[in-house]
T-cell receptor, first 115, second 112 residues
Framework: GAVVSQHPSRVICKSGTSVKIECRSL??????MFWYRQFPKKSLMLMAT?????????EQGVEKDKFLINHASLTLSTLTVTSAHPEDSSFYIC???????????FGDGTRLSIL | GQQLNQSPQSMFIQEGEDVSMNCTSS?????WLWYKQEPGEGPVLLIA?????ELTSNGRLTAQFGITRKDSFLNISASIPSDVGIYFC????????????FGTGTLLAVQP
């Protein structure tokens, strides 16, 4: 149980393009999902917390207009990187929470490369 | 953002050796988690610890929740090549936000 699916797994696109990444909890309802960014050989850095039906809570230093998060249902959250530039290239990972104070379950990540 | 201190940063060992890594914090956590991440994938949960002093095993893996609630260790016995990856500790304070604070990671390489 506790399967989280993330799509796409890899995106390569031109500078200025907006890219949408989906995160789905396949076998449970997730009231809370999280979006992380990971640079090579570094740890995961939390970008935002996404709650179903409400606005996402962004971590300090994360531009909410650049990284749009929508949590439209209990099984789906999306991250849209708007007008992406090469510095936005990174590994983006989502996680979903089945119950409060329980471990988060992670998707397989999306490798975003902006040319 | 805040990160937990994890050591060692990397380990290069021979197959069959035992491995130990630890994680320390200046503040208290209610839950300690250990994840493994392989290249190009998301972290996979290995062990969850919920009580101070708790010692939990998952196959060849054993982890303990420090009695002070400020540290945790993970041991891997009789390592095998598929143990290769980056191991992250993560602390959870609890409460409404449920945010995880991650360690800096330990890269494990196992030579057959």
């Amino acid at each position: 149980g506790a399967v989280v699916s993330q799509h796409p797994s890899r995106v390569i696109c031109k500078s200025g393009t907006s890219v949408k990444i989906e995160c789905r909890s396949l076998d449970f309802q997730a009231t809370t999902m999280f979006w992380y960014r990971q640079f090579p050989k570094k740890s995961l850095m939390l970008m935002a917390t996404s709650n179903e039906g409400s606005k996402a809570t962004y971590e300090q230093g994360v531009e909410k207009d650049k990284f749009l998060i929508n949590h439209a249902s209990l099984t789906l959250s999306t991250l849209t990187v708007t007008s992406a530039h090469p510095e936005d290239s990174s590994f983006y990972i989502c996680s979903a929470l089945r119950e409060i104070n329980q471990p988060q379950h992670f998707g397989d990540g999306t490798r975003l490369s902006i040319l | 953002g805040q990160q937990l201190n994890q050591s060692p940063q990397s380990m290069f060992i021979q197959e069959g050796e035992d491995v130990s890594m630890n994680c320390t914090s200046s503040s208290i956590f209610n839950t300690w988690l250990w994840y493994k991440q392989e290249p190009g994938e998301g972290p996979v949960l290995l062990i969850a610890l919920y009580k101070a002093g708790e010692l939990t095993s998952n196959g060849r893996l054993t982890a303990q929740f420090g009695i002070t609630r400020k540290d945790s260790f993970l041991n891997i016995s009789a390592s095998i090549p598929s143990d290769v990856g980056i191991y992250f500790c993560a602390g959870l304070r609890g409460g409404a936000t449920n945010k995880l604070i991650f360690g800096t990671g330990t890269l494990l390489a196992v030579q057959p």
